[in-house]
């Protein structure tokens, strides 16, 4: 679901496949083996027929069927509305190892498109009268254990569709694990027993940060209201009447229905479909002809069988924005009640991407112009550059541009410089990484005109100032940031929101940060030098964090012998790594007293003990250390 996530997988190279897990319950030499051996064959197959499907000639191709080749991506599904023309159709494989086409009647999955139609079910609730969007959702789930400091502004129904809550987007232990079957219930996903799970970070409707919890709960307040599954209401009341009777928002695996094209990871690797504790969030199984007929509801006035099934004012209000501080100082893109007002490739739409285990997808609508566009890609790889095939549907509709907001040279810019940091990081979890690596600078260029936005994670970005605050991304068509505030400025591009932080602080954090690193380094490898010299005991002071550093083989090797759905689970490496990141500043601690009082180390030795524990005493006030993620 998040770059985020999917880059601590990578990084720690926990993405196995799938079905890797039916070796685990033998001894380790023939686990380690088939896995190895079983993974490889298949990175094998499945680039064959990659390469295959990509060799067909030039002439013959279709610019998706380039654009897929070039991107390495084995098929889509995806339809294409045009005022009353429409077409729903599929390119490349469903499959590779069987060379199955990718057709409109392929099933696909699409991760958190599901958002979209779970909340056309809840706005047909408030159509109904069954709920109301001002509704406290506090008091409609009161058996969980809520943590909002600003009691007299409650979360709302509103909050939750358009990710103005204030919540968490997910803990790990809910996208990763391997427990959770297709019949958990969604109360599953907030154990009582687990504090600060909905602790509210910012003042309910005044920041967008995107939340899967958020959307877990609408799922239930679903159930609280109708009194069943959430899925089957959705069947009955949304699906149903529509006639999208090849969709279901039940879970739906390449085992159990055959029609379900294969989902692929980096390297042509297979990843099957696997159930999820917040599965209203990006469970949802459909057709390129079921979207059709969904695009087209989206699109229209709202009746469903002859009857209002959603109010006008909730269709128009779907891609709007309207609560939050950056769209009160003038900022128009962001999220509505169900999807997000993008403005990209020359257009304005209100779109809405999805990312699942093996799948991307993304929907876009053009409500004024009565166009629209879907497609899912049964691949989740990180080298392809998905964005060109949005720029390919935007182009083939001829979306017509909205108007340039034309810059104004009279912005005091001065007042914007410096540092901003996320606020609210969209992982609790992670703040301390987003604080390090996710801050921006707001500087001025040579000409003074614009402001530029510089960070560790993307290349610059260019603002040209349009007066109160508002500046233009190069670009972009309108207002893509916002500057507002008077004790602490806060920059905002819709989506995220970044507060004016002190330099100084991030100055010391990655001196803190460096330093520690070093240190842990140094002692890694005189500890080593030590041990092969057989001296190591005579300098206990670094032999206790040497010994402490190596340990961390271990867990390591422990996560590489699981499966990666396990990594939000209490197993033994991940109990191994909680309590050897517990343990690092103790011995760190150890070897700093040891050398006080007069032990055998050098000046160096001294520095690096020192450093590393000093980095690793910060980590634990901030509680990034103990690393723990199955709570």
Same mark, same amino acid.
């Given at each position: 679901?998040?770059?985020?996530?999917?880059?601590?997988?990578?990084?720690? /190279?926990?993405?196995?496949?799938?079905?890797?897990?039916?070796?685990?319950?033998?001894?380790?030499?023939?686990?380690?083996?088939?896995?190895?051996?079983?993974?490889?064959?298949?990175?094998?197959?499945?680039?064959?027929?990659?390469?295959?499907?990509?060799?067909?000639?030039?002439?013959?191709?279709?610019?998706?069927?380039?654009?897929?080749?070039?991107?390495?991506?084995?098929?889509?599904?995806?339809?294409?509305?045009?005022?009353?023309?429409?077409?729903?159709?599929?390119?490349?494989?469903?499959?590779?190892?069987?060379?199955?086409?990718?057709? %409109?009647?392929?099933?696909?999955?699409?991760?958190?498109?599901?958002?979209?139609?779970?909340?056309?079910?809840?706005?047909?609730?408030?159509?109904?009268?069954?709920?109301?969007?001002?509704?406290?959702?506090?008091?409609?789930?009161?058996?969980?254990?809520?943590?909002?400091?600003?009691?007299?502004?409650?979360?709302?129904?509103?909050?939750?569709?358009?990710?103005?809550?204030?919540?968490?987007?997910?803990?790990?232990?809910?996208?990763?694990?391997?427990?959770?079957?297709?019949?958990?219930?969604?109360?599953?996903?907030?154990?009582?027993?687990?504090?600060?799970?909905? /602790?509210?970070?910012?003042?309910?409707?005044?920041?967008?940060?995107?939340?899967?919890?958020?959307?877990?709960?609408?799922?239930?307040?679903?159930?609280?209201?109708?009194?069943?599954?959430?899925?089957?209401?959705?069947?009955?009341?949304?699906?149903?009447?529509?006639?999208?009777?090849?969709?279901?928002?039940?879970?739906?695996?390449?085992? +159990?229905?055959?029609?379900?094209?294969?989902?692929?990871?980096?390297?042509?690797?297979?990843?099957?479909?696997?159930?999820?504790?917040?599965?209203?969030?990006?469970?949802?199984?459909?057709?390129?002809?079921?979207?059709?007929?969904?695009?087209?509801?989206?699109?229209?006035?709202?009746?469903?069988?002859?009857?209002?099934?959603?109010?006008?004012?909730?269709?128009?209000?779907?891609?709007?924005?309207?609560?939050?501080?950056?769209?009160?100082?003038?900022?128009?893109?962001?999220?509505?009640?169900?999807?997000?007002?993008?403005?990209?490739?020359?257009?304005?739409?209100?779109?809405?991407?999805?990312?699942?285990?093996?799948?991307?997808?993304?929907?876009?609508?053009?409500?004024?112009?009565?166009?629209?566009?879907?497609? %899912?890609?049964?691949?989740?790889?990180?080298?392809?550059?998905?964005?060109?095939?949005?720029?390919?549907?935007?182009?083939?509709?001829?979306?017509?541009?909205?108007?340039?907001?034309?810059?104004?040279?009279?912005?005091?810019?001065?007042?914007?410089?410096?540092?901003?940091?996320?606020?609210?990081?969209?992982?609790?979890?992670?703040?301390?990484?987003?604080?390090?690596?996710?801050?921006?600078?707001?500087?001025?260029?040579?000409?003074?005109?614009?402001?530029?936005?510089?960070?560790?994670?993307?290349?610059?970005?260019?603002?040209?100032?349009?007066?109160?605050?508002?500046?233009?991304?190069?670009?972009?068509?309108?207002?893509?940031?916002?500057?507002?505030?008077?004790?602490?400025?806060?920059?905002?591009?819709?989506?995220?929101?970044?507060?004016?932080?002190?330099?100084?602080?991030?100055?010391?954090?990655?001196?803190?940060?460096?330093?520690?690193?070093?240190?842990?380094?140094?002692?890694?490898?005189?500890?080593?030098?030590?041990?092969?010299?057989?001296?190591?005991?005579?300098?206990?002071?670094?032999?206790?964090?040497?010994? +402490?550093?190596?340990?961390?083989?271990?867990?390591?090797?422990?996560?590489?012998?699981?499966?990666?759905?396990?990594?939000?689970?209490?197993?033994?490496?991940?109990?191994?790594?909680?309590?050897?990141?517990?343990?690092?500043?103790?011995?760190?601690?150890?070897?700093?007293?040891?050398?006080?009082?007069?032990?055998?180390?050098?000046?160096?030795?001294?520095?690096?003990?020192?450093?590393?524990?000093?980095?690793?005493?910060?980590?634990?006030?901030?509680?990034?250390?103990?690393?723990?993620?199955?709570?």
């Amino acid at each position: 679901m998040e770059d985020k996530l999917r880059h601590v997988l990578r990084s720690l /190279k926990l993405r196995r496949a799938h079905t890797q897990r039916s070796c685990q319950d033998t001894a380790y030499a023939w686990r380690h083996t088939c896995g190895a051996v079983y993974a490889s064959l298949r990175s094998f197959v499945g680039s064959v027929f990659l390469l295959a499907s990509i060799s067909v000639g030039a002439s013959g191709l279709t610019e998706i069927d380039t654009i897929l080749r070039e991107e390495h991506l084995p098929g889509i599904a995806w339809v294409s509305i045009h005022g009353e023309d429409s077409q729903a159709t599929g390119n490349g494989f469903a499959d590779l190892a069987s060379s199955s086409p990718m057709t %409109a009647t392929t099933k696909v999955q699409v991760g958190s498109v599901t958002k979209t139609l779970v909340a056309l079910g809840v706005l047909h609730l408030v159509t109904s009268e069954r709920i109301s969007l001002d509704d406290n959702v506090q008091n409609a789930l009161p058996e969980l254990n809520w943590d909002n400091p600003w009691t007299e502004t409650p979360i709302t129904v509103q909050h939750l569709l358009e990710h103005t809550a204030g919540l968490d987007n997910l803990r790990m232990w809910q996208f990763l694990n391997s427990r959770v079957t297709e019949d958990t219930p969604l109360s599953a996903a907030f154990p009582p027993d687990f504090d600060h799970l909905l /602790k509210v970070r910012t003042r309910p409707g005044t920041q967008y940060s995107y939340s899967n919890i958020g959307y877990a709960l609408l799922g239930m307040i679903i159930e609280r209201v109708t009194a069943d599954r959430y899925e089957d209401f959705l069947q009955h009341a949304l699906l149903n009447p529509l006639e999208m009777n090849d969709s279901s928002f039940h879970f739906i695996s390449q085992q +159990s229905d055959a029609r379900l094209a294969m989902g692929y990871v980096d390297d042509g690797v297979e990843q099957i479909a696997v159930p999820m504790f917040l599965r209203s969030a990006g469970q949802f199984t459909t057709t390129a002809n079921d979207m059709q007929i969904f695009l087209e509801f989206l699109l229209g006035d709202g009746n469903n069988g002859g009857s209002s099934w959603v109010a006008p004012e909730y269709l128009q209000r779907l891609g709007t924005p309207s609560t939050t501080d950056a769209y009160a100082h003038g900022l128009h893109v962001g999220h509505g009640l169900a999807l997000g007002l993008r403005d990209r490739h020359g257009a304005l739409g209100e779109c809405h991407p999805g990312t699942t285990f093996g799948f991307r997808a993304q929907l876009c609508v053009f409500p004024k112009q009565r166009k629209g566009f879907f497609y %899912a890609v049964n691949a989740d790889n990180e080298q392809s550059n998905y964005e060109r095939l949005t720029s390919h549907f935007i182009n083939g509709l001829q979306i017509a541009p909205g108007e340039k907001q034309l810059p104004r040279s009279s912005e005091n810019l001065d007042r914007y410089r410096g540092l901003y940091r996320l606020s609210p990081s969209n992982m609790a979890q992670f703040a301390w990484l987003d604080w390090m690596f996710n801050s921006v600078w707001v500087g001025i260029d040579e000409d003074r005109e614009r402001l530029v936005i510089r960070s560790l994670q993307a290349p610059d970005k260019t603002l040209r100032p349009l007066g109160n605050g508002l500046f233009r991304e190069n670009g972009r068509l309108q207002a893509s940031h916002v500057i507002y505030g008077d004790s602490t400025l806060k920059l905002s591009n819709g989506l995220m929101t970044w507060a004016r932080a002190s330099m100084l602080t991030l100055a010391l954090a990655w001196i803190s940060l460096v330093a520690g690193a070093c240190g842990l380094l140094y002692i890694t490898l005189r500890g080593g030098w030590l041990f092969f010299t057989g001296r190591l005991r005579k300098h206990t002071a670094v032999l206790i964090p040497w010994l +402490s550093l190596i340990a961390f083989a271990l867990p390591v090797y422990l996560y590489t012998t699981q499966s990666f759905l396990q990594f939000g689970e209490l197993t033994a490496a991940s109990a191994v790594l909680a309590a050897l990141t517990g343990a690092l500043p103790i011995a760190l601690g150890t070897g700093v007293y040891l050398i006080a009082q007069g032990g055998n180390a050098t000046r160096i030795d001294l520095y690096a003990v020192v450093a590393g524990f000093q980095l690793c005493s910060i980590l634990v006030v901030l509680g990034v250390l103990p690393v723990v993620f199955w709570r």
